[in-house]
């Protein structure tokens, strides 16, 4: 079942399922390489609920957590 | 399209036309640099914080003009500075006409995304190169390239670069005169039918646009911009271009996609297709070295504890270093003025002006350059190395409710220290409307000119009646009152001035890269020229025109009246005497000067802040610098124009100023309310012509005079409300 990658703790990783819409969080993200099918994992966050770091194959971004809310994953099992 | 004898043509005349695109971070500026030089143009493109650079290459003995466009992750533009790179494609009549060579510029070790906006642009038709570049850090993470064949398939020369190391250089120049003299483009993709059709009807509603490729380029971009209105580029009335644009967007929805999204989910396959064997990934990719250092400088507790220490040491670097510097030019000019009044004596207006103008505003504009080269040099620092994105992913939260984003921590807190090198600063931050926001908002930060006036007035006032706890603790409010102010005012405006949109928010975190030398100074070469001739000229000329106002008019009588009132006490020795009369002259002087008498003319505006005419008088004069307001407090209280905030004499004098007429008469001027309403007004002001003059440069001078009224206005405001506050709770 795909979960938005905020779901996911530090470290982990899965495969992108699809992202949500067709907002301009959603076109950017397309053109920086987030593709379905691809590996995704959630990196460290900033402090105060700040933004999330994700590394995915072609770019490694800073998002806030209502932005990377769109990109849903399959969590890899451990 | 044109044949090829025209493109032969413009080579031989030099004009040949090249345009740099890529996406952000691809090394797009060290390229630029490499390949112009110092040959080059910075300005802004009309009315907009974006920054157009243009420069000449020379390419054998071939010049062409080179211009670096906007960084665009695609084509499909999401905010202003994405737009104007498609509207320079297109050869918009605002920006330039279409390039004759297109050099696409690509991250070797994030090739397939960053082709995005080179297969976009290949509907033009023009020439093309691809700059596969940090080739290094791509064959580190163990990729294999097989270049030939990725040049067979593209149909384009594909050229391994190392920008910042100025590797490949050569080879790109000559890419760029085959691509032009074979006219080698890049295959335009085959779209669905669908999307085909939908182009076709926009097409021919731009048929006024005799180039065809350019025709169906413009209008690809109108079927897949959803975020931006360009109809008014077609034929025919708002209403039938809306609908056409609907027509077309619907055809594209009926073949299943959806408009806004079409361009990459359609483009990454084929952009796959065309690496696949091309590019080899052999081992694990290892990003080891960056993944390590993130997990200590992401740390919410070791992390934040680097970045505290590492903006400790830039503000200290820009608040103490500078010092030294500065006072080194402060005497210079000192020293300037002293011969230069030397060799005028007897040419009392032309000495004046060449002293007190002249030379105090090349002094004025020099004094600068400490501050803004050792800032841009620790800021280009941590961003080519890495770490500036880092900063403001840490600190983003603090920020990112009014608007901003964690790129503007940096030249906020700069502006602690000068508002001048935290405007240059903002240039790191890309979506233009975050960068104006931060650009207003960095001189309302309390910077160390106000300092002075915080330390003449506690000193005077605070610290005798309340002890040094109060006093240290006025101090430190009268920091704070800049974020505070600010940071609801970027909200406010953000908001309720500029409307659009705002860019999706995606902090790229490039990998840690050692920054080069070669780039760090031609960047402090480019920000020392930039000031000095573009805002330089405007202070300079605003100093002189405040020198007038203070000087003239200047009737010749007015000594000899003074002189035969004077009487000189009997216990004083002659030359005490002179200087006595001296500084009393200068007082009158000042006083009917044209900007004397607008100051007395305007008391009663100030009359609410509890300020009387000299105090109107001295905010008047401190326009160029608020630090001037002290010395000249000092030359209307008869002291001479030498007083500093420390001076005991003058602070005696202000304790001393008594109300002469109106209904406050007998009573002093200087009072607890007073005092702190003098130092709300000079923390909210713009009394800064340098400001004033950088932000004309960096924006236009209408935000320059704009954001110099409004926060005139405020400082009023503010004035008048902690005069009337505090007069009541005291009195």
Known sequence: ?78 | MSADPSAAAAVAEGALRVVLIGQPNTGKTSLFNRLTGLRQRVGNYPGVTVERKEGIGRAGDVAFTLVDLPGTYSLNALSMDEHISVRALAGHPDIGPVPDVIVCVVDAAKLQRSLLPAFQAAALGRPMVLALNFFDEAEALGWRFDLPLLEERLGIPVVPTVGHRGEGIGALKEAVLRASRQRMALTAPEWPPAVQEAVRMLETRLDYIEDTDVRRFRAQRLLFDTAIRAEDDLAGSPTQRHEAVEAARSCVMRGGYAPATAEPVLLFPVIERMLAGALEKSGTASRRVTEGLDQVLLHPVAGLLVFALLMFGVFQAVYSWAGPLMEGIESLTAALQEAAGGVLEGMPVVQSLVVDGVIAGLGGVAVFLPQILILTLLVALLEDCGYLARAAFLVDKALGWCGLSGKSFVPLMSGYACAIPAIMATRTIEDPKARLTTILAAPLMSCSARLPVYVLMIGAFIEPRHGSTVAALVLLAMHLLGPVVALPLAWLFQKRILKAPAPPFVLELPPYRRPTLRDLSWRLWHRAHRFLTDAGTIILAMSVVIWALLYFPRPAQLEDTLRAAWSVPADMDPEEAEEAFQAHLDSAYLEQSYLGRAGRWMQPVFDPAGFDWKITVALLASFPAREVVISTLGIIYQLGGGEDEASEGLRRRLRQELWTEGPRAGHPVFTVPVAAAVMVFFAICMQCGATVAMITAEASWRWAWGAFAAMTALAWLGAVLTYQILGRVAG
């Open chain 1, 1 to 78: 079942m795909a979960v938005p990658i905020t779901e996911l703790k530090c470290g982990e990783s899965g495969t992108l399922a699809g992202l949500d819409g067709d907002s301009a969080m959603v076109q950017r993200l397309l053109a920086m390489g987030f593709h379905p099918g691809q590996r995704v994992e959630r990196r460290e966050r900033a402090p105060f609920a700040g933004p999330v770091k994700v590394d995915g194959v072609s770019a490694v971004v800073g998002l806030r957590e209502q932005d990377a809310a769109v990109l849903d994953v399959e969590r890899h099992e451990r």
